[in-house]
Nanobody, 123 residues
Framework: QLQLVESGGGLVQPGGSLRLSCAAS????????IGWFRQVPGKEREGVSC????????NYVDSVKGRFTISRDSAKNLVYLQMNSLKPEDTAVYYC????????????????WGQGTQVTVSS
């Protein structure tokens, strides 16, 4: 059974850092594009960052450029989202999702999703 599980969320003060992890069971993450998304109540799910199959391309939404970094750990079959200089507006449930090969901006084009991890940025 293919499954994604996020971890690493929590409560952090503005300006702080968190590292989210996306772990997979049943498949190898290197062969899939992995996207990080976030959602707050009453709003649509937003794409934050994505890394394509084998890391060929990486993209970020403008609001996190220079603060967030997506990366792979192939040996551990993990994808990370390092989040620095966090702001209150980064507060959301963060999800990772997978699709074949290339990144997409469209939520509907991702095949598998994790259950989400809450990130709260507050003093």
């Amino acid at each position: 059974q293919l499954q994604l599980v996020e971890s690493g969320g929590g409560l952090v003060q503005p300006g702080g850092s968190l590292r989210l992890s996306c772990a997979a069971s049943g498949f190898t993450l290197d062969y899939y594009a992995i996207g990080w998304f976030r959602q707050v109540p009453g709003k649509e799910r937003e794409g934050v960052s994505c890394i394509s199959r084998l890391g060929g391309s990486i993209n970020y939404v403008d609001s996190v450029k220079g603060r967030f970094t997506i990366s792979r750990d192939s040996a551990k079959n993990l994808v990370y989202l390092q989040m620095n200089s966090l702001k209150p507006e980064d507060t959301a449930v963060y999800y990772c999702a997978s699709r074949r090969y290339l990144c997409s901006d469209y939520v509907s084009e991702y095949d598998y999703w994790g259950q989400g991890t809450q990130v709260t940025v507050s003093s």
